[in-house]
């Protein structure tokens, strides 16, 4: 097996899952896995859903090609059957599985690829010893798998989002897997990003099928895969920091989400309209624009972690280079800066305008407009405006 073996998987997980997706979506139809639209939803039609069965077609095709058919591959692969499974249940049966019953299905999914040896056993940090987490390495494990599915299952909510998202992640991850001689995971990356591509193509708005959780649970299965054999099962010493910098755009959307509703004394697991494109939405940003800047926000963060990868910023012994340095500032500053913009000039100052001509034209006073608009920023709760593109 070698690299070039990722880039067959890419392509054929991608054709893969271009060409089952509408089978998918008839699959949909007749089981009623259909997603209409609600108070919280941005689509305006029922839309079928199961498209990531076609996502795991693809997977499981390139996987059962290009990866060594090991009990390791046999394990990640069973695993991911598995929740893309649970998750087909829930997006069928009216109502869904209960919040118990899916997370039990999450752990259930986890926990086959981490007894097989899937997981981290210690942690290679910059500038001190390498942390041990000896017997509460398969807990710990199995809490990151299980938090990242929901990370993923958080952003699914506007058309192409989390398939693209994933796909800029997931390719990412790899070319650093491959970089650092992790072939096995930078193949499973190229195949996973190649499926959500191939699944993208019916995804992006106006969307004809959704993944559903059959899709988002299991794009997460697999990047928190990726993340443990492809970056921090290896001596990298910035190797805790790449997932963190990839994974960046939908954590952040789920830490705020999660912090509101405890903040609001709300069930973590309770649908809302708190998430970044909800506010996007609500601040008159169409589907594809809101999901275009989130991809420009992803590919900056991705950015960044090639460079931590690639740049040869510091010598051996740390010292830093002062050339190289400079190069990595830059980097950082984009991040930084294209975070900035979105969550600040994008969700506050902008909505404030947006929001000071509408409640100006209610007669209300200057200062309840202020009152007005300084509750809905810390609430996340306001009528949306009309779209500017």
Not at 279 to 294: E, H
């Given at each position: 097996m070698n690299d070039l073996d990722a880039l067959w998987a890419f392509l054929i997980a991608g054709?893969?899952?271009?060409?089952?997706?509408p089978l998918a979506a008839r699959l949909a139809h007749g089981m009623g896995a259909i997603d209409r639209p609600n108070g919280r939803s941005l689509h305006d039609r029922p839309t079928p859903s199961l498209?990531?069965?076609?996502?795991?077609?693809?997977?499981?095709?390139?996987?059962?090609?290009?990866?060594?058919?090991s009990e390791e591959t046999r394990a990640i692969l069973g695993g991911?059957?598995?929740?893309?499974?649970?998750?087909?249940?829930?997006?069928?049966?009216?109502?869904?599985?209960?919040?118990?019953v899916k997370l039990a299905g999450q752990f259930a999914a986890a926990l086959i690829p981490v007894l097989a040896d899937v997981r981290v056993e210690n942690i290679t940090l910059p500038f001190v010893e390498p942390l041990d987490f000896g017997n509460w390495g398969i807990p710990l494990t199995l809490l990151g798998m299980v938090a990242v599915m929901n990370v993923v299952n958080f952003t699914d909510g506007v058309d192409g989002l989390a398939a693209g998202v994933c796909a800029i992640a997931a390719a990412t991850f790899a070319i650093i897997a491959l970089s650092?001689?992790?072939?096995?995971?930078?193949?499973?990356?190229?195949?996973?990003?190649?499926a959500s591509v191939g699944f993208l193509r019916h995804n992006f708005h106006p969307a004809s099928v959704f993944m559903g959780d059959s899709g988002s649970n299991l794009l997460g299965f697999l990047l928190a895969v990726i993340a443990i054999q492809g970056v921090l099962k290896t001596a990298a010493v910035v190797a805790l920091f790449f997932p963190l910098v990839i994974l960046a755009v939908p954590a952040l959307d789920a830490t705020f989400v999660v912090a509101k509703r405890i903040k609001h004394r709300r069930p973590v697991y309770s649908a809302d309209r708190w998430?970044?494109?909800?506010?996007?939405?609500?601040?008159?940003?169409?589907?594809?624009?809101?999901?275009?800047?989130?991809?420009?926000w992803t590919v900056s963060?991705?950015?960044?972690?090639?460079?931590?990868?690639f740049v040869p910023y510091s010598e051996d012994d740390g010292t830093l280079r002062v050339g190289w340095t400079a190069v990595m500032v830059g980097f950082g500053?984009?991040?930084?800066a294209a975070s900035l913009y979105l969550v600040l000039v994008l969700e506050i100052l902008k909505f404030r305008r947006f929001r000071e001509r509408q409640l100006r034209k209610q007669a209300l006073s200057e200062e309840e407009i202020q009152e007005e608009i300084a509750r809905e920023v810390e609430t996340g709760e306001f009528e949306a405006v009309e779209p500017s593109g």
């Open positions: 054709v893969t899952a271009l060409a089952v997706t498209g990531g069965l076609a996502i795991l077609a693809g997977v499981l095709l390139a996987g059962a090609v290009f990866l060594p058919w991911g059957a598995l929740i893309a499974v649970v998750g087909a249940v829930d997006d069928a049966l009216e109502g869904g599985l209960s919040p118990v650092l001689d992790r072939v096995d995971a930078g193949v499973l990356a190229a195949a996973t990003a190649g998430h970044f494109h909800h506010r996007f939405s609500n601040i008159g940003f169409s589907q594809r624009r809101t999901v275009l800047y989130l991809y420009a963060l991705a950015a960044l972690a090639l460079a931590l990868r500053l984009t991040a930084f």
